[in-house]
């Protein structure tokens, strides 16, 4: 699914679009738009990182807030389409729940500061724009959910809220990647967060370090 000013791109007149230019577009503005405010990004800046002149910049993004959004829109789209082609292929209730955690960590790994852009956006109901995002977010979360609601029925993992479930795992995956340091590997994060959401949500969780199956003396 386009988005609503990536429709009024492609209604626009005026020469075909160059092959790769717009994604280029995109991914140098996702850059500059994670280290500066929205306000103190320039065109210019844009144009330059990716290597084109302003007048084509233009032609594919009208405005600054157009090329903003786009890489809103576009970055969760992507995930999106991520998540359900890698959830389509069949696996245990912990093999799924894995393959979300791996899903998303690698779509970000280059890109971790984006997480700065979402959070921008999420606490503005009055705009359409924000509107708009937490429907597309909507999404990812009734993935994420379904999935969950699977492994609850397959009498794996312990009856509990499934949307409050799904949102405690993005939010763990989340904040590991937004603070996760240079040493950090991406099987080392994905294994955490699968082992610590688990153990909490599993059916029997795994022992503990240190457990025998009887209580511990004081």
Known sequence: ??????????????????????????????????RRDFHEVLM???????????????????????????????????LRDDLRAALARPGAPVAKIECIVRCIL???????????????????????????WL??????????????????AAGRMRSMNPRIAAEMLLGMVRGVNRYRSRHDTLEDLVAAIVDVFWRGAAVEPARMPGQNGRKRRR
């Not at 844009?46 to 090329?67: H, I, N, W």
């Not at 999404?139 to 994420?144: G, Y």
């Open 44 to 78: 210019e800046d844009v144009a330059q990182e990716c290597g084109v002149g302003k007048g084509t910049l233009y032609r594919y993004f009208p405005s600054k807030r157009d090329l903003y959004l786009d890489v809103m829109f576009e970055g969760i789209e992507s």
């Open 1 to 34: 699914m386009s988005s609503p000013v990536a429709a009024t791109h492609n209604a626009r007149r005026g020469r075909p679009p160059i092959a790769g230019v717009r994604q280029d577009i995109l991914r140098a503005a996702e850059v500059i738009f994670t």
């Open 106 to 132: 690698s779509h970000f790994w280059n890109r971790r500061f984006f997480f700065a852009l979402i959070h921008r956006n999420e606490h503005k109901p009055e705009d359409p724009a924000a509107r708009e």
């Open 135 to 152: 429907r597309r977010r909507a999404e990812i979360v009734d993935i994420v959910q379904h999935t969950l609601e699977q492994a609850v």
